[in-house]
């Protein structure tokens, strides 16, 4: 299965320098409880601006042009078509996790999605390419909670990709 992960502020905002723009833990947390023993793929600048460090307990899937690029601990591919070849053998789910161009090329395969909505406008660089809505139906929608480490009101969404009657 293929599915998409990101948070966004009330503008889509989804980046600053291939960074978040906000420090918000508990949807950290989220991600890590939803990806964990798992597959994310993300592009080169976002895989840097993590550090070039793949994350524990998941395999990491980095997609550049570059063929020449390499780096320790992932798996590296070139195309959208490695990666869907990939998901196809995957027991588990391989979520997409960045950036905007990478969300767009696989927007179109996605059997899920699961947004974060941060209900604050922060500065970025990058947002989130558009979603055609209509193709897609909320399934669950959950309030986060507000605390002296998480500031700003947000909430988690997941959406299912609607079936069409042929």
Request: charged fraction near 25%; aromatic fraction near 14%; charge should be negative.
């Amino acid at each position: 299965m293929l599915a998409a992960i990101w948070a966004q502020d009330e503008q889509g905002t989804i980046g600053k320098e291939n960074r978040l723009p906000w420090h918000l833990p508990n949807d950290l947390k989220f991600f890590k409880q939803m990806t964990e023993d798992n597959t994310i793929v993300m592009g080169r600048k976002t895989f840097e601006g993590m550090g070039s460090r793949p994350l524990p307990n998941r395999q990491t899937i980095v997609l550049t042009r570059d063929k020449e690029y390499r780096a320790e601990g992932v798996i590296v591919f070139h195309t959208v078509e490695e990666v869907l070849e990939y998901a196809k053998t995957f027991a588990g789910i391989t979520f997409i996790s960045g950036g905007s161009a990478v969300y767009e090329d696989f927007l179109p395969y996605c059997d899920v999605l699961y947004r974060t909505v941060i209900n604050h406008s922060f500065e970025g660089d990058t947002k989130f390419p558009a979603v055609a809505w209509d193709e897609w139906t909320l399934i669950n929608l959950s309030e986060g909670e507000q605390d002296e480490n998480n500031h700003y009101a947000y909430q988690f969404e997941t959406y299912q990709r609607k079936v069409i009657a042929e």
